[in-house]
């Protein structure tokens, strides 16, 4: 009866350490998953910021280019009017 208790006791044991290593494995994946998760938002977001820059940049030349095309009809404007 002593050995049957020492059997159970030793196998609780080995299944108490199998849990244990499979949660640790567990927590070690979600780790990861984690940490690749933030490394991907934090490349979105670099390229967010890019992607916006170069936004800016093309809203900056169209407001260059129409106030061009609006001093040019107003020059022309002008021109007809004074051939009239």
């Known amino acids: 009866m002593n050995g049957d208790m020492a059997g159970v006791v030793g196998a609780g044991g080995v299944f108490l350490f199998l849990i244990v290593v499979v949660w640790q494995i567990a927590a070690t994946w ?38 061009q095309t609006r001093s040019s009809v107003t020059q022309m404007e002008k021109m007809m009017r004074s051939i009239d």
């Open 30 to 67: 979600r780790a990861r998953m984690l940490a690749a998760r933030e490394d991907q938002y934090k490349r979105l977001a670099a390229k967010y910021a890019e992607l916006l820059e170069d936004n800016v940049e093309l809203h900056r030349r169209t407001l260059e280019e129409l106030a």
